[in-house]
């Protein structure tokens, strides 16, 4: 099914595909983003899948190509760490997919990210594909990936020095126009 939104689009079919899936998730959500600034209810999703025992795995670059997008990014993972998200920054070169993978047999791929800017103000593309099959060759991307990232740990997260706190809640102010 193709899913194409903008800001002229009536409802925001995008956000609900996104969140819906996510919702529905039993086992595992594996999402790939580049720019990772989700709307409100997007986080609040895959930190309540997270509690309720599915797998979540969230796959960003290490060094974002949009400075202010990557720490406004950073300053949502610990909420996310301590509902058991597992955070991997893929190390260079910078990652560009956009892709969701719930339960093995649902994928929504194609040009959104999971931030506000194209969730309720680009016009984007994507396809949402009900296939196991699929799924699969998906997953096995998105675990290459992960191959190539460096998890974000809990304890390791917190210790981290207060400038890289300030520069990520400062950036974090921006998120409705990131």
Not at 136 to 153: N, R
């Amino acid at each position: 099914r193709l899913i194409s939104t903008g800001p002229s689009t009536a409802e925001d079919v995008a956000v609900e595909s996104f969140f819906n899936s996510i919702v529905l998730a039993k086992k595992q959500i594996l999402a790939v983003t580049p720019y990772f600034v989700p709307p409100a209810d997007i986080l609040r999703a895959l930190r309540s899948a997270a509690l309720r025992g599915v797998d979540v795995r969230l796959i960003v670059p290490k060094e974002n190509n949009h400075r202010y997008a990557g720490f406004a990014s950073r300053a949502l993972y610990e909420e996310l760490l301590l509902a058991g998200v597992r955070i991997f920054e893929r190390r260079p070169p910078f990652m560009h997919a956009k892709a969701l993978v719930v339960d093995s047999e649902f994928v929504l791929v194609g040009t959104a990210n999971l931030d506000v800017r194209s969730l309720h103000l680009n016009y984007e593309t994507c396809v949402a594909v009900y296939s196991v099959e699929f799924a699969d060759v998906m997953k096995c991307i998105i675990h290459e990936d992960a191959a190539c990232s460096d998890e974000i740990l809990l304890t390791d997260w917190q210790s981290r020095p207060a400038r890289c706190r300030l520069l990520e809640n400062l950036a974090s102010l921006m998120t409705p126009v990131l």
